[in-house]
């Protein structure tokens, strides 16, 4: 008789994209952050046993067949909607924050920098509407998160730095920017400049995070 122990067998393909379901699902709950989410979907994929699959996902409840059609069926409703307005000014959101499944976002003759490394979602699709006019929008996103950009730009520009290039999977969730851009700039990247690390770190030293959910 085998002496291997259930943890120790080997994970096979279905059950990494078992637990990266698991994963984007509590991330749409707000169980999770996005940065939070980044982190274990990439240990995920890396997993080779099933006792390893399972610590990423222990303090985790388990996925119903409810709340996967419960998850559907929120997606074709009406999604709820925020605003961001920056008019001649700036707007920042950093930290831990909720983004609304669609934010419409204004930027006139000034600037909206969003930090979502923090962030917590309610959608597997996240839409960003951006009306922008002389002005300029900036996201950092985690490390492997999709950003997909299907805005008009009329005189304007978009800028991509992503330290690797994410491969569109239906287990990640997605940002999705739309709308106008004339005479602005999309500026998205996954790392921050080096005046913000030096200041996270100090931020750190001075007050260390409390967050129980990270690994």
Same mark, same amino acid.
Request: with cysteine.
């Given at each position: 008789?085998?002496?291997?122990?259930?943890? &120790?067998?080997? @994970?096979?393909?279905?059950?990494?994209?078992?637990?990266?379901?698991?994963?984007?699902?509590?991330?749409?709950?707000?169980?999770?952050?996005?940065? *939070?989410?980044?982190?274990?979907?990439?240990? =995920?994929?890396?997993?080779?046993?099933?006792?390893?699959? *399972?610590?990423? =996902?222990?303090?985790?409840?388990?996925?119903?067949?409810?709340?996967?059609?419960?998850?559907?069926?929120?997606?074709?409703?009406?999604?709820?909607?925020?605003? +961001?307005? @920056?008019?001649?000014?700036?707007?920042?959101? /950093?930290?831990?924050?909720?983004?609304?499944?669609?934010?419409? +976002?204004?930027?006139?003759?000034?600037?909206?920098?969003?930090?979502?490394?923090?962030?917590?979602?309610?959608?597997?699709?996240?839409? $960003? #509407?951006?009306?922008?006019?002389?002005?300029?929008?900036?996201?950092?996103?985690?490390?492997?998160?999709?950003? *997909? +950009? #299907?805005?008009?730009? +009329?005189?304007?520009?978009? /800028?991509?730095?992503?330290?690797?290039?994410?491969?569109?999977?239906?287990?990640?969730?997605?940002?999705?920017?739309?709308?106008?851009?004339?005479?602005?700039?999309?500026?998205?990247?996954?790392?921050?400049?080096?005046?913000?690390? $030096?200041? &996270?770190?100090?931020?750190?030293?001075?007050?260390?995070?409390?967050?129980?959910?990270?690994?």
């Amino acid at each position: 008789m085998s002496s291997q122990k259930p943890a &120790e067998i080997r @994970a096979s393909d279905a059950e990494r994209e078992q637990t990266g379901e698991l994963l984007r699902q509590a991330t749409v709950d707000g169980r999770l952050s996005l940065d *939070e989410f980044s982190e274990r979907f990439m240990l =995920a994929q890396q997993a080779r046993t099933r006792g390893e699959l *399972e610590a990423i =996902a222990r303090d985790l409840p388990q996925m119903s067949t409810r709340s996967r059609q419960s998850q559907t069926s929120s997606l074709s409703g009406q999604r709820p909607t925020a605003k +961001i307005s @920056a008019v001649l000014s700036g707007v920042e959101r /950093t930290c831990s924050w909720h983004l609304a499944p669609t934010t419409e +976002i204004s930027s006139i003759f000034g600037g909206c920098k969003l930090d979502l490394r923090y962030a917590t979602i309610s959608s597997g699709v996240t839409t $960003l #509407d951006a009306r922008i006019f002389c002005g300029n929008l900036e996201l950092i996103v985690p490390e492997g998160v999709d950003v *997909e +950009i #299907d805005a008009a730009m +009329i005189l304007a520009s978009r /800028t991509i730095r992503l330290t690797s290039s994410p491969k569109l999977n239906s287990l990640k969730p997605v940002i999705l920017i739309t709308g106008t851009v004339f005479c602005g700039s999309i500026t998205v990247r996954d790392t921050p400049k080096l005046s913000q690390r $030096l200041r &996270e770190v100090m931020t750190n030293l001075l007050d260390p995070p409390r967050n129980p959910n990270r690994r």
